[in-house]
């Protein structure tokens, strides 16, 4: 078995990777020629660690090659992963131009048996539409169908992706013939996991939902912060004691100023638009959307009121990805932050261990300082936006020196209200404030 990804994005990198670690061959397209050039040379064209080392490796051991063509990928591999984007369109529907655009040049090189599997995350019915494209293409050039496609979503989180790609909680694999089934299931046989094997559409409905319910939890926290906040109640024990629930769990609990990256703001908003499409309303998924849209105004609001008038006023950001591990500034919270206090005419100095470059491109007034503690050189007030490790390693004693007003805002509930009160800091979280 061959197999050929398409898509040298997150997921296609790291799919392509773990293939390889499972001892197969595999070939990475992209159209893109940047990105192509950069693998060859070993190098990543994003920021996930882990990867890098085992990319060189499988290079040099000729199990992993890169093209920009689909002539040749679709000669030498007779299985195919579709890994491109389906980003948000302006009325939140997936954009599936890439993905259609893809199984189109496929047609046109398709001469023996392919598996063809659907990775990027696609709505319901999606995988009937792109069935129709490759058999409508197939009958103008006169050839009989001969592909299965297969609905194999991806769960990896960016920061992680090499561990969840590995380690999956499990994999769903949604086929409709029993070829493509056994292929699978060889394919995935030395993954110690369950797979579930369910229809296509079924696939493609799971991983929304999947991706809804975690943003859910998020959401739900985050509401909960609100009431508890200057009430006297910690959010942080709150969902300490829930999680210990089994049916509840721990995880996505953690209450901050809302979610972001390049997946649950888009995948919301595409399954709303299919929600609306079939005039069928999800008012629990409006709310959870609604709540993250305004997590971070009700935060700015917390700061507002502290400091009055932001004009002039000296803000230092210490993280702006939207999540640690991760140079994806995509929908990150940051960004809302950093254009409120632009407007509000604050002076803003940024530090973030790999996002800086990226933000750079989009606020250029803003002073990106390469340590931490320079960001915080006579801030009026700290914004703590992303949970960098070395962040919250700061000696924070020294840099209440450096500080010209130590005031505190913890948009991650990273930090601990009580040592940082203890060192003199005015600390303001989320939900977690004046227990
Ligand atoms: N990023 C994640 O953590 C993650 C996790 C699970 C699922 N997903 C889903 O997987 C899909 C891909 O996400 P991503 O973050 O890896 O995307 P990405 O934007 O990082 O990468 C997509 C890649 O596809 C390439 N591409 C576009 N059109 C192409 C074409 N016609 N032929 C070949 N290559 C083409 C682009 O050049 C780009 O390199 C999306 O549907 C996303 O929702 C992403
Ligand atoms: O308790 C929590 C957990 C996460 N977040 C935030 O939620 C966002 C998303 O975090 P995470 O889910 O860890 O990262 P992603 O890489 O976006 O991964 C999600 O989106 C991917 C793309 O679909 C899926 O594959 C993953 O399973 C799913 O977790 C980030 O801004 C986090 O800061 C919180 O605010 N509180």
Not at 57 to 82: A, G, P
Not at 190 to 199: A, C, G, K
Request: with cysteine; aromatic share 10%.
């Amino acid at each position: 078995m061959k197999i050929g990804v398409i898509g040298a994005g997150y997921v296609g990198t790291t799919t392509s990777i773990v293939f390889a670690k499972y001892g197969y061959q595999v070939t990475l397209m992209d159209t893109n020629l940047e990105k192509i050039k950069t693998l060859y040379q070993s190098k990543l064209p994003f920021y996930e660690e882990g990867l890098k080392e085992l990319l060189h490796d499988y290079i040099v051991e000729q199990r992993l090659s890169f093209t920009n063509s689909m002539e040749e990928i679709m000669k030498e591999c007779n299985i195919l992963f579709i890994t491109v984007g389906t980003p948000s369109l302006e009325n939140g529907k997936a954009d599936l131009s890439f993905v259609e655009e893809v199984v189109t040049q496929m047609a046109k090189y398709m001469d023996d048996y392919k598996v063809i599997v659907i990775k990027s995350t696609v709505p319901v019915g999606t995988g009937d539409k792109l069935n129709d494209i490759l058999k409508n293409e197939l009958k103008i050039r006169n050839k009989a169908p001969t592909f299965d496609l297969v609905s194999n979503p991806e769960f990896l989180r960016e920061g992680k992706a090499l561990f969840d790609a590995l380690y999956p909680d499990r994999v769903i694999v949604g086929c409709e013939s029993t070829k493509a089934r056994e292929i699978m299931k060889e394919l995935y046989k030395d993954v110690d996991t369950s797979i579930l094997f369910t229809t296509i559409k079924e696939a493609e409905m799971i991983k929304y939902a999947s991706n809804a319910f975690l943003a859910t939890k998020i959401s739900f926290i985050n509401e909960l912060a609100r009431l508890c906040d200057g009430k006297g109640v910690n959010i942080n024990q709150v969902a300490l004691g829930m999680g210990m629930d089994k049916r509840i769990g721990p995880d996505f609990l953690q209450a901050g100023i809302g979610y972001g990256g390049s997946c649950f703001p888009k995948d919301i908003k595409a399954l709303l638009a299919l929600a609306f499409d079939m005039d069928t309303p999800m008012p629990i998924l409006q709310a959870v959307k609604d709540i993250n849209e305004t997590q971070s105004q009700w935060f700015m609001k917390k700061v507002k009121q502290e400091l009055g008038n932001l004009e002039e006023k000296r803000i230092a950001i210490l993280g702006l990805t939207f999540k640690p591990k991760t140079d994806d500034i995509r929908e990150a919270p940051a960004l809302k932050v950093i254009d409120y206090l632009l407007k509000n005419k604050a002076s803003v100095t940024a530090y973030d261990p790999q996002g800086s470059e990226h933000v750079k491109k989009i606020y250029p007034t803003v002073t990106y300082t390469p340590t931490p503690l320079q960001a915080l050189e006579d801030a009026d007030a700290v914004l703590l936006l992303t949970e960098w490790q070395e962040i919250l390693d700061i000696d924070w004693e020294c840099a209440k020196s450096i500080i010209s007003n130590p005031l505190l805002f913890d948009g991650r509930n990273a930090l601990s209200p009580s040592n940082m009160m203890k060192l003199g800091y005015r600390y303001f979280g989320v939900g977690n404030t004046n227990f």
